[in-house]
């Protein structure tokens, strides 16, 4: 073979890789704008949250001992704190001695007259009665003598004056005596028990706010923050701890209204949880509401088109899973 053939050979085969290589070159830069410019349908992401309760008192009261630490578990009843409130006792000893007292009042009406102060009345009753009948005698003598002209008309109406005083105070003397006997007046005892019935609400109303100074859990949770410490002031209705029920929790998303395709309330979202090993989890949706106008609106573009709306959406696990926690994030993928 002459060296002319063997040269044109090697050029053919430099133009040929040459070529590939172009070839090559171009595929990778096409594939390239073809990946730059193909559409990207990211994952749709939610953020899990749960039920929180704030635990806060109905008096005023320092606290003076907590029971638990942020972290424990406590089931209903578990006691979580102990408030001071020395306002709180002495309003329950004012309210038990004004309760003591309406109860005395009341057995008093009920009971009536003691048999010594009916036996009382009745003696001065009589003895006004024999006083009356003394001065009848009296005024009837003298009389019998003014008529004959022995005495003068001042003395006759002396006694006749004592006579008639004698008689009233023996009708009064009666009445009272009758009033021992039948004891005190219907509106009188059922004021008494009013009063008495008044005293124990207020008892039963001023204990139920001494008890507020043990505070127990109301659900079964998990201490999530203490915000006040021991021996700080805690007002009426602020917040003590915080108690979150990891029992109910849920995943929330945000979603436009050109998202909203195809979910609806019962739909099953298949998302997995990254910071649980991207553990697989079926999510049922539950709400759905338009979040606040102010921030939600977005154009869909600069120049024409229609603003969309973002709506919160709120799927539940529809099985217990296992170390879910506020906070961490759900990936759905989208269809």
């Known amino acids: 073979m002459n060296e002319p053939a063997v040269g044109n050979r090697k050029e053919k085969v430099r133009a040929a890789a040459k070529a590939?290589?172009?070839?090559?070159?171009?595929?990778?830069?096409?594939?390239?704008?073809?990946?730059?410019?193909?559409?990207?349908?990211?994952?749709?992401?939610?953020?899990?949250?749960?039920?929180?309760?704030?635990?806060?008192?109905?008096?005023?009261?320092?606290?003076?001992?907590?029971?638990?630490?942020?972290?424990?578990?406590?089931?209903?009843g578990t006691a979580l704190l102990v408030l001071d409130s020395p306002e709180v006792k002495d309003k329950v000893s004012q309210a038990q001695a004004a309760l003591g007292a309406a109860r005395a009042r009341q057995q008093l009406l009920d009971d009536g007259m003691r048999r010594?102060?009916?036996?009382?009345?009745?003696?001065?009753?009589?003895?006004?009665?024999?006083?009356?009948?003394?001065?009848?005698?009296?005024?009837?003598?003298?009389n019998v003598l003014y008529q004959d002209g022995l005495i003068s008309q001042q003395r006759n109406d002396e006694v006749e004056t004592a006579y008639r005083s004698a008689l009233a105070a023996a009708t009064a003397a009666r009445a009272q005596y009758d009033l021992s006997m039948n004891g005190f007046r219907h509106e009188e005892r059922a004021a008494a028990a009013a009063t008495t019935q008044g005293?124990?609400?207020?008892?039963?109303?001023?204990?139920?706010?001494?008890?507020?100074?043990?505070?127990?859990?109301?659900?079964?949770?998990?201490?999530?923050?203490?915000?006040?410490?021991?021996?700080?002031?805690?007002?009426?209705?602020?917040?003590?701890?915080?108690?979150?029920?990891?029992?109910?929790?849920?995943?929330?998303?945000?979603?436009?209204?050109?998202?909203?395709?195809?979910?609806?309330?019962?739909?099953?979202?298949?998302?997995?949880?990254?910071?649980?090993?991207?553990?697989?989890v079926n999510l049922e949706v539950y709400y759905i509401s338009p979040k606040a106008e102010y921030a939600t609106w977005r154009a869909t573009r600069q120049s024409s088109g229609y603003d969309i709306k973002t709506f919160e959406v709120r799927a539940r696990p529809r099985e217990p899973v296992e170390g879910l926690r506020p906070g961490m994030s759900v990936l759905v993928e989208r269809g």
């Open 116 to 142: 010594e102060e009916i036996e009382t009345t009745k003696a001065t009753w009589q003895r006004a009665v024999s006083d009356a009948n003394l001065a009848e005698t009296t005024f009837r003598r003298i």
């Open 20 to 76: 590939a290589a172009i070839a090559a070159v171009a595929l990778f830069l096409i594939y390239g704008l073809y990946l730059a410019n193909r559409s990207v349908n990211p994952p749709l992401q939610g953020q899990i949250d749960a039920r929180y309760v704030d635990v806060s008192a109905k008096i005023l009261g320092r606290v003076s001992k907590l029971e638990v630490r942020e972290g424990d578990t406590v089931r209903p």
């Open 199 to 280: 005293a124990v609400a207020v008892v039963d109303e001023v204990e139920s706010l001494a008890a507020d100074t043990v505070l127990r859990a109301p659900m079964s949770a998990e201490v999530d923050k203490i915000i006040l410490q021991q021996g700080e002031l805690a007002a009426p209705g602020f917040p003590i701890l915080t108690l979150v029920n990891l029992d109910d929790v849920w995943a929330v998303f945000n979603l436009r209204e050109n998202e909203l395709a195809g979910v609806r309330i019962g739909t099953v979202l298949k998302g997995r949880v990254p910071a649980l090993g991207g553990r697989a």
